[in-house]
């Protein structure tokens, strides 16, 4: 795998770093090792064994990530294939949203309780399980479960993906790079999703698109099982924190129902304010039950680092804006223009490839420029991106004038603005509490995107009101007035790179201290 270090460098990340760590070594006090001759940085992997950690958490993040969206196109053929009510359909989707949120920080913390390699080999055994279960679903009810079995695996994986990355490598160019590959790969796997999905399900059918995940799972298992060796510190054999974890569980799950009811009805309707009491509730008691607890499930002066919270406030915010890149431009193609699944998956190729050359030249940049300058300067390229998306939608438009430079543009800035985000996020925190710290990562992206879907939907159906089914034009002012407001919550984004720590130097990164 290249790397973008300004100087001559190994090609896979970590390979230039200090010789004899193991995969998953970790250290007991964060980012170095306190000896009587000062301060020694943590070593990173061998070359031999950095591949494996690189690959087996990107796939692993493209999986959980192209399964968020590959399924939406395949979902007209799901009603048909089982005769599905709308109720049973939209829970399709929803039953893997809400366990998906739900068991982030659980998931996170069990990486660091019980081995990285073991719970990243349950979570994708359960994901693979699941899809095939689901794959073979003859009934609306055996799908249903399916997908939230899917949602509880991908939970579990998706954290374990990045603390493997973030406790293998020690805070520096090589885990800045690791991240970057990260980062591509995941995004790519949104984009990646609407032509997967449209291929699968006209070419094979779609339970191709539940099924292709259990050849592809296998094949991780055996990179996990013989490519990996962990012999990192964890958190300690003191129990998970049961009444924490059941809290945050429902709290997080009943925020990401609540906004996802808006869907079908108002804001002020007690369908929406219901769930999102009972979750701000839930989530104040686990704050409640964290500061008392022994064993806590997050510990919370976790949050009182700069970095994390920072990081994880300025994820959140940014994704409410960047969930919509892929989402409303499929909607746009498919119901204005008129493009069949696999046009509009091809269209997305470019945005692929933008993300990918965003997330590589990102390293690079902020060695150059500094962390937070390149949170800033990706969140301006999106910004300008979104906006320039808003105004060039049409009942009309073409893929040269509507879709290529304003895509690009948007792919970029959030390939430019994830990495040294997610880096920011996961910096100054103990190897041996990465999987929280990945789980608080994921759970803002995860929250931010519901609740930005929530909100830029809602203003597609106030622009485009015109009678129960809107025509082209008015589709295409609706979706254009949802990327202007993306473009606005992207910039506050911007607004809030203040509140990150400062950079150690361009040629550091952020000290996170």
Not at 193 to 211: E, K, N, Q
């Amino acid at each position: 795998m290249a790397t973008m270090s300004p100087t001559p460098s190994p090609s896979v990340p970590g390979a230039g770093d200090a010789p004899g760590a193991v995969v998953g070594a970790g250290t007991r006090h964060g980012p170095g090792r306190a000896t009587g001759l000062g301060t020694v940085p943590r070593p990173g992997p061998p070359a031999s064994r950095a591949w494996a950690v690189v690959l087996a958490s990107s796939i692993g993040q493209f999986l959980v990530v192209l399964d968020v969206s590959v399924v939406n196109v395949a979902l007209p053929s799901m009603r048909e294939g089982l005769a599905l009510s709308g109720t049973a359909l939209q829970w399709v989707v929803n039953a893997y949203a809400l366990t998906f949120a739900g068991f982030l920080l659980l998931g996170g913390r069990a990486a660091d309780l019980f081995g990285r390699k073991p719970v990243y080999l349950a979570g994708l055994g359960l994901f693979t399980a699941a899809s095939l279960v689901g794959g073979l679903a003859q009934n609306a009810e055996m799908l249903v479960a399916a997908r939230a079995a899917q949602g509880i695996g991908a939970a579990v994986l998706a954290p374990v993906t990045l603390s493997l990355l973030t406790s293998t490598f020690p805070e520096g160019p090589a885990r800045t790079r690791a991240i970057a590959t990260w980062t591509a790969v995941g995004t790519a796997g949104g984009a990646a999703g609407g032509l997967v999905g449209g291929v699968l399900t006209d070419l094979l059918s779609w339970r191709w698109v539940l099924l292709v995940n259990a050849p592809v799972g296998v094949l991780v298992v055996a990179v996990v099982v013989f490519g990996l060796r962990e012999r990192g510190e964890r958190a300690g054999r003191r129990g998970l924190d049961l009444p924490g974890a059941a809290l945050v569980t429902a709290g997080v799950a009943a925020l990401a129902y609540g906004v996802g009811q808006t869907e079908s009805y108002s804001w002020a309707a007690a369908d929406v304010v219901a769930p999102l009491v009972a979750g701000l509730l839930a989530l104040t008691a686990f704050v409640a039950v964290e500061a008392r607890s022994a064993a806590p499930l997050v510990p919370l002066r976790l949050v009182r680092l700069r970095a994390v919270a920072a990081g994880n406030v300025v994820t959140l915010v940014a994704m409410t804006g960047a969930f919509a890149m892929w989402y409303f431009l499929s909607l746009y193609m498919q119901n204005v223009l008129g493009y069949s699944a696999i046009r509009a998956g091809l269209c997305f190729l470019p945005h692929t490839a933008a993300v990918i050359v965003g997330s590589k030249a990102a390293p690079w940049l902020m060695h150059r420029f500094g962390t937070r300058l390149m949170v800033a300067a990706g969140g301006v390229v999106a910004t300008a991106g979104f906006g320039c998306q808003g105004l060039v939608l049409t009942a009309d438009g073409t893929f040269w004038g509507a879709l290529l430079g304003p895509g690009v543009l948007m792919a970029g800035g959030i390939g430019l603005l994830m990495t040294p985000l997610t880096d920011a996020a996961t910096t100054g925190a103990a190897a041996r509490e990465a999987g929280v710290v990945a789980g608080l990562v994921n759970t803002s992206r995860q929250i931010g995107g519901a609740l930005g879907l929530a909100v830029l939907g809602a203003v597609v159906a106030a622009t485009a009101s015109d009678g129960a089914r809107p025509s082209p034009g008015a589709l295409a002012d609706g979706y254009a007035a949802a990327y202007l407001a993306a473009a606005a919550l992207t910039a506050l984004s911007v607004l809030l790179v203040g509140l990150l720590p400062r950079a150690a130097g361009p040629a550091h990164g952020v000290s996170g201290r």
